[in-house]
Each structure stands twice: as C-alpha cells, then as structure tokens.
C-alpha cells in the first residue's frame, strides 16, 4: 500500500542529496510533494516527476518562507532538510560563518515550523523531521565546530516542539546520519589539499566501509513520517552505518 496517499508533503533542500531522494520516495508513496530549493535549475530535473510540484525557496529569507508558506493551505510532513557544512575547528570560525551556519542549519526550521504549526493544528496533526546529523550533540568530530553546534540545536528544538504538541497530534523527530554520499559531500572531498585522503579519513570512520547512499536516509525519513512510526516522537534517530557504535 502506498502510505501517503492524499498527504501533503513539503521538504526543503530537495534539488539534490538526500532531500532529492526523499521528495522521489514520497512521490512513490503517492504524496502531493512540494519540493523546495533554492537552486532553481537543478529544481528543474524534478519538475517533470509525477505528483512533484516544485517552487524555489531560499530558507534562510524570512519574508519569501512567510509568503510562500501563506499559499498552503495544508501540509501533513514537512521534512527540513536544508543544511551546510563548514570544516574547521572554533578558531577557524568567524561571526559571520557562525552565523549562516545557524541561520541556514537552525533558524530556517524556527521559521517554517512556526508557518506549518498552525496548519497542522488546524487540520489535526502532522509530522515534522528535521534533519541533524551524528556530527551534533552525539558525537564532536574534529574540524566541524559550528556545524556539530548548530546540528545540536536542531535535536534540542525538535524535542521542545515535538513535546509542545504531543497532545495535537503532531510529531517531531529530528534524523541523524553518517557520512552520506551526496554531491556536496563529493564537493567537500575535491575541495581538501588531497582528494584521495580526504576520501579514505571520510571512509575511516564507517564501519561498514561504505558511505550511506542518499536512498538509505530517505527510507528513515519515509517511515518516520508514515503512520507506521504513529508511537514515535521527539527521539533523535540514528542512521550512521555504525559510526557510533
Ligand atoms: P547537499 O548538501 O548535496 O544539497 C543541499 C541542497 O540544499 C542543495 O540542493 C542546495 O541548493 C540546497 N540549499 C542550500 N542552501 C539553501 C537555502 N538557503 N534554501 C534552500 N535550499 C538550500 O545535500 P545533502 O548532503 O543530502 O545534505 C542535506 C542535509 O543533510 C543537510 O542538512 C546536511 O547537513 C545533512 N547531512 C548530510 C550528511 C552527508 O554526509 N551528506 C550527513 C549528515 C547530515
């Protein structure tokens, strides 16, 4: 049985990576998938999908989030995806970085969470993921001093939400992965002295000896979302190919 039938799902980050994945499985699932990006053109290669409608958003732009999320009447999921990862320890870290940063990491959930509440309430319920990482309160991995901060925040302002609207039938779970194999991460390896190394010290540290495919985490965010997890709320899920263990 397709599992969203009816339900409409909107999700930011959805161009690429695992937000891409996402907003295809729920298509699957026969959801009426709002995908959301910043980058039009690479937007675009979703716009022909069945049951995807797409429309570019800059989460981190208070105004464009309020006025676009005004045109929705309704939104069962919302995954928020949209995210950035700065290298470097504190003393790497100026004002400026911490603050786009928490800005793109943090408060865009601030601002379409509050938009999409008040939806949710009026119709009954819904389900909100929101995308952290292990590199969060879960484990400080050298070099990623305001990403694992602000990755943190996310888990804290989950669980607060999630515990906000325990009784109206909302969910709120923040989703925890490894090391994904996306276009920014391949990004981040080319952009290192040694590509090569880079790439092995990523490896390293899954036991598994493989990166997540994109796919992998989407299939946490679906259940997640679904009807199958209705008794699961607030707890940070984990999906590190046992980086952790
Ligand atoms: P990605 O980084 O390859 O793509 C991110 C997408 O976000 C792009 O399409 C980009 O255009 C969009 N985006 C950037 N700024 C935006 C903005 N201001 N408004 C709207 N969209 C914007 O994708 P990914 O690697 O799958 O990462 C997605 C999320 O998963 C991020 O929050 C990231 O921190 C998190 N994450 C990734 C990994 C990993 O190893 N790749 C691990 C743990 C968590």
Redesign the pocket.
Known sequence: PRRFEGKIVLL??A?????RATALSFAEEGATVIA????GE?LTELSGTKGIQTHV????DSAAVDSFLETLDRVDVLFN?????HHGTILDVEEKDWDFSFD??VK?MYRTCRRVIPKMLKHGGGVIIN?S?V?SSIVGPPNRFVYSAS?AAVIGLSKTIAKDFIRDGIRCIPVC????E????EGRIQAQPDPEQARKDFLARQPMGRMAT?QEVANLVIFLASSDASYITGKEYIVDGGWTL
Request: glycine share 10%.
């Open positions: 930011s980050a161009a690429q990576g695992i937000g959301t990006d910043i980058n690479k958003l800059d989460v981190t995806c949209a995210g950035f990862v793109l990491n865009s995308m990482s590199a990755k992965p490894g090391t994904v996306t276009p920014s991460l994109a």
